[in-house]
């Protein structure tokens, strides 16, 4: 029976392993590793005990079942698996929430600088355009003007021309 597998209880993971039987239950519960589970009675394979080993001493490990795919080195709540600790999870979704809110504050601002920089452009053009409409008045007004007294001087010049034509009363 050289080929039986061998299978290792909760209590015994811990003194191979080396941690509380907490952080074991929570590497299961978050899927960091796959178990076998007969009932209530919880038992680890040999193989994936020597994993989870090589896992603490290289400090990666990827399993055939791709559960544990952070790097971890050293003290695992410093480096944070999400894998085996789902609170990263949270942490890690939350500072990439606060990523993409500081991004799009500074969006934010930016677009609020152009729309004023732009108003400002549309109110600089209105009050040139407003300008230039009072000078273009002025100019038809002057020029109107002066059309209008060539043509009475014609008048007044035409009048006196025809009556030195007709000569004196009588």
Do not use: C, H
């Not at 929570?26 to 080993?53: F, H, T």
């Not at 609170?87 to 500074?106: C, G, P, Y």
């Not at 732009?118 to 038809?140: A, C, G, M, P, W």
Request: proline share 2%; no cysteine; aromatic share 8%.
């Amino acid at each position: 029976m050289d080929d039986a597998k061998k299978f290792y209880t909760i209590e015994e993971a811990t003194g191979i392993l080396g941690i509380s039987e907490t952080e074991i239950k929570n590497i299961i519960d978050n899927k960091g590793i796959p178990v076998l589970e007969v009932g209530r009675a919880i038992r680890i394979s040999e193989e994936n005990m020597e994993k989870l080993l090589d896992f603490g001493e290289t400090g990666t490990t990827i399993t055939e079942d791709n559960y544990i795919q952070e790097e971890i080195t050293g003290d695992r709540q410093e480096q944070g698996n999400p894998e085996l600790y789902p609170e990263w999870k949270v942490s890690e979704r939350e500072n990439e929430i606060k990523e993409n809110i500081t991004r799009l504050q500074m969006d934010y601002d930016e677009l609020l600088k152009r729309k004023q920089e732009l108003e400002e452009d549309i109110n600089y053009l209105q009050s040139e355009f407003e300008d230039f409409r009072t000078k273009i008045k002025k100019l038809v007004v002057e020029e109107l003007k002066s059309f209008l007294k060539k043509i009475d001087n014609e008048f007044i010049i035409t009048d006196d021309e025809s009556l030195k034509e007709q000569g004196p009363l009588s």
